[in-house]
């Protein structure tokens, strides 16, 4: 297991009729998310040309605490029971930085 920061990039794309829904639950998750002792930050962005697709940029000190996020209370109650089902697709890439600014 890696120690050093971990970053995540959710790609999802939410059935149209559900968007509205997903974005009402995604504010206490940001909050949730951010409160969590591990996370560097939690970032989620809207596609402009399709409004359907959002990306999340998530960063953690390390790969303990992506997977302390991935147990939470918060994650399973918000993400894999409300949000999941409610997605066309979604794609999760996990990165380490490898190049510095």
Not at 53 to 66: C, P, R, S
């Amino acid at each position: 297991m890696t120690t050093q920061p971990i970053h995540a990039f959710a790609k999802w794309q939410v059935k149209e009729e559900h968007l509205q829904e997903v974005l009402s639950i995604l504010p206490q998750m940001i909050i949730d998310t951010r409160n969590e002792e591990g996370n560097l930050y939690y970032k989620i962005h809207q596609s402009i040309s399709e409004p359907q697709t959002l990306v999340l940029h998530e960063g953690y000190k390390d790969e303990a605490a992506l997977e302390a996020h991935r147990a939470s209370d918060h994650f399973k109650a918000m993400v894999l029971n409300q949000i999941v089902p409610l997605l066309e697709k979604r794609e999760i890439v996990i990165t380490n930085q490898i190049l510095q600014d």
